[in-house]
């Protein structure tokens, strides 16, 4: 049978499917870069669509993925998880095609439905599909190199992101120059393209084997499977965690996209540009984040990369003063910059983290719960960000310095919230939250944070010394104070050596 399960895998075996899984990641993220981010967003805004569509644009893949509660029936009832995973992928990919088609068959009005319908059956589908593959994953690869693995995986597809999304990006601007008219037909050769890569990831996925899961002696209805992480008081304060923080980053991040094109009013080339410099970021620290998971904890990579990921947010809030002004780009690249680290961090170990806290065996359950959590709070959020963006359209919050003297006065604004502003700094007091209940997880082999962010610094300062002419001058300067000393040594050994020789 194409899709039999095995009792026990070989080492081979297993390699194989390691490198499956990669190129599955590979054709995954050429799929994602192709039809997602702010390609989407740029083609929903030309069909018309608000913020507040925005905002149900970003919430139907999280909550989509409450579809998770009936597969883990489906699941354990088959116990095949890869035939299991590879339909619904495929039933999930197909609906790109059918999206990629909106300009040629709808109108605008009908378009933006269709696309909401579209996005939501492709998300349904795709939550089934990895209901089965986390369990899958947990069973495969060996826990001692979960860190390295995946972040392998995430430094390869984000190197086969980058220019492929400059690519892109490029081929957009010059479409809206050759064709100003037909500007969304351009995105609709975009998803084509990403449906095909999308597609090749199935057959990747198809060949990666299967060990057998782990026996039950009998199957537990469905709320019992929920509700029994929530018993385990060490994974409910990581659901916890989890869940107030994917809240608060789907609160502001899906609208950064729309800040930059609406109230910055930049170009879609500079945007990818930034997205690129923060996908650069990510790439270069991703193994060290993955050395830091295996060598320290997931929890203490955590306590370092989120509260850095929250500072971002709060930053975004300085771009304005409250338009553009001198600072807006350098603090917008500084911003990028930053977010690469921090992202690579988060998102390596809080995969991670989960699936090592996860009782082996009864991964499905826990996994699931997990995510059930974390959907709901990412689907409410980024709703609630598109109604808090009307809301505050017409409202500012200001606060200026005021020097006065005989010759005039100086104002030096300091703070001033509009629109966006506003929940993308109460997306900060809730990320500032979720760190205080990530304090309360425990993880084998964790650590201090300030033993992690002096590893990072370290780990930063090695390469950068070698290109200091000041580091380079500091080296011939230290004189080598062993050299003396051993010197002394081999003196002193022939001075006794001949005190011996003479008394003889």
């Known amino acids: 049978m194409r899709f039999a399960v095995k009792d026990t895998l070989t080492e081979e075996e297993i390699q194989k499917g390691l490198r499956s899984v990669i190129k599955d990641g590979l054709t995954t993220q050429t799929m994602v870069t192709l039809t997602g981010g702010v390609f989407l967003v740029a083609f929903a805004l030309k069909l018309g669509a608000s913020n507040l569509m925005i905002g149900l644009l970003a919430a139907i893949p999280p909550l989509a993925q409450l579809i998770q509660i009936p597969s883990i029936y489906l699941i354990e009832k088959y116990r095949v998880r890869r035939a299991i995973t590879v339909y619904a992928t495929a039933s999930s990919r197909i609906f790109w095609l059918a999206i990629a088609l909106i300009p040629f068959l709808f109108s605008i009005e009908a378009g933006l439905s269709f696309l909401i319908i579209a996005l939501l059956l492709y998300a349904t589908f795709g939550a089934v599909g990895n209901s089965s593959w986390s369990p899958w994953m947990h069973d495969l690869v060996p ?15 984000t190197a086969l992101g980058i220019p492929l999304s400059l690519a892109a990006g ?3 601007d010059y479409w809206k120059k050759l064709f100003p008219d037909y500007e969304l037909y351009g995105y609709s050769i975009l998803f084509f393209f990403g449906f095909l890569a999308g597609m090749l990831g199935v057959y990747f996925i198809s060949t990666i084997p299967e060990p057998r899961m782990a026996p039950v002696e ?36 899906p609208f950064f996209t729309v800040y930059m094109l609406k109230r910055l009013q930049m170009d879609m080339s500079f945007i990818i540009a930034l997205l690129v410099l923060s996908q650069l970021t990510s790439l270069a620290f991703l193994r060290l984040w993955g050395r830091f998971s295996d060598r320290f904890s997931n929890k203490s990579v955590l306590g370092v990369s989120g509260p850095l990921f929250m500072l971002c947010i709060l930053a975004w809030t300085f771009t304005t003063l409250p338009e553009k002004y001198i600072l807006t780009i350098p603090l917008l690249i500084a911003i990028h910059i930053f977010m690469g680290i921090s992202t690579a961090g988060v998102t390596l170990a809080s995969g991670n983290i989960g699936l090592k806290l996860a009782p082996k065996g009864q991964a499905t359950a826990y996994l699931a719960a997990n995510s059930l959590v974390n959907s709901l709070a990412a689907g409410i959020a980024p709703v609630l960000g598109g109604k808090f963006a009307d809301f505050f359209a017409g ?3 200001a606060w200026t310095l005021k020097y006065t003297s005989p010759t005039g006065e100086l104002l030096i604004p300091t703070l001033d919230f509009q629109q966006w502003d506003f929940f993308f700094f109460l997306a900060f007091l809730i990320g500032l939250y979720s760190i205080h209940r990530l304090a309360m997880v425990k993880e084998e082999g964790e650590v201090k944070e300030k033993i992690v962010a002096r590893e990072l610094i370290s780990e930063v300062k090695r390469p950068l010394r070698n290109f200091s002419t000041a580091g380079g001058l500091r080296q011939m300067v230290q004189f080598p104070f062993s050299i003396v000393r051993t010197t002394f040594v081999k003196v002193r050994v022939r001075k006794n050596r001949r005190n011996r020789q003479w008394k003889q």
């Open 143 to 157: 826990q001692d190199r979960l860190g390295a693995f995946y972040s392998k995986r995430m430094s390869l597809a």
């Open 170 to 172: 490029f081929y957009i």
């Open 218 to 253: 009998e199957k537990p209805k469905i709320l019992k499977l929920i509700l029994q992480p929530f018993k385990d008081a060490n994974f409910k304060n990581l659901i916890t965690f989890l869940g107030s923080w994917n809240f608060a980053v789907n609160l502001a991040a």
């Open 395 to 397: 409202r500012e919050l």
